[in-house]
T-cell receptor, first 113, second 121 residues
Framework: AQSVAQPEDQVNVAEGNPLTVKCTYS??????LFWYVQYPNRGLQFLLK??????LVKGSYGFEAEFNKSQTSFHLKKPSALVSDSALYFC???????????FGAGTTVTVRA | GAVVSQHPSWVICKSGTSVKIECRSL??????MFWYRQFPKKSLMLMAT?????????EQGVEKDKFLINHASLTLSTLTVTSAHPEDSSFYIC?????????????????FGPGTRLTVT
């Protein structure tokens, strides 16, 4: 079975400060990891993914994530948060031999001006 | 990038009636589409996997007779909520799996539709 944990329901940061959204996973075999963002009453938008290669993955809107195999983590980061980054963020995982994604519970990010 | 649309974006229906939600891939062909259900401030729950030309595969606990899924073409999948009840009120999201030109590697994994808000009164 595969699963994702996002330990924080909410993350609050001031604009211009670094933003980190945590994610740990459990999966059989090599993990395929993803981050999505969701704005109110909208579908999910793809931010970035890790399949193989460099542990630091760069994605859309200045976001990046670091894959850490020993800690089974894939934390999302942004060096300088914007108010417009306020949204619901989901981490997702699947195994290399599966096509179904398992999502974390989501983390609501609020960036205050 | 690939665009997935859903129609309607929101719908209100009376208890006991049926409602159909459409999911379309606008600029690509999707052999596989997924239907999710999302409760307020909750994660996405996969309901079923829809493959073009074949019966949908439902996740455990999802009533296939209540949530009818049809994937009649490579660009359209529909979800029909039959005999809807207030507990079926939710946000329903579809997604499509896109393969590259060699039909091997999925790109961006899944593209998601904007969702449909269903309210059953």
């Amino acid at each position: 079975a595969q699963s994702v944990a996002q330990p924080e329901d909410q993350v609050n940061v001031a604009e211009g400060n670094p933003l980190t959204v945590k994610c740990t996973y459990s999966v059989s075999g090599n993990p395929y990891l993803f981050w999505y963002v969701q704005y109110p009453n909208r579908g999910l938008q793809f931010l970035l993914k890790y399949i193989t290669g460099d542990n630091l993955v760069k994605g859309s809107y200045g976001f990046e994530a670091e894959f850490n195999k020993s800690q089974t983590s894939f934390h999302l980061k942004k060096p300088s948060a914007l108010v417009s980054d306020s949204a619901l963020y989901f981490c997702a995982v699947r195994g290399s031999n599966d096509y179904k994604l398992s999502f974390g519970a989501g983390t609501t990010v609020t960036v205050r001006a | 990038g690939a665009v997935v649309s859903q129609h309607p974006s929101w719908v209100i229906c009376k208890s006991g009636t049926s409602v159909k939600i459409e999911c379309r891939s606008l600029d690509f062909q999707a052999t596989t589409m997924f239907w999710y259900r999302q409760f307020p401030k909750k994660s996405l729950m996969l309901m079923a996997t829809s493959n073009e030309g074949s019966k949908a595969t439902y996740e455990q606990g999802v009533e296939k007779d209540k949530f009818l899924i049809n994937h009649a073409s490579l660009t359209l999948s529909t979800l029909t909520v039959t005999s809807a009840h207030p507990e079926d009120s939710s946000f329903y999201i579809c997604s499509a799996r896109v393969l590259d030109s060699l039909q091997t590697v999925p790109m961006h994994e899944q593209y998601f539709g904007p969702g449909t808000r269903l309210t059953v009164t």
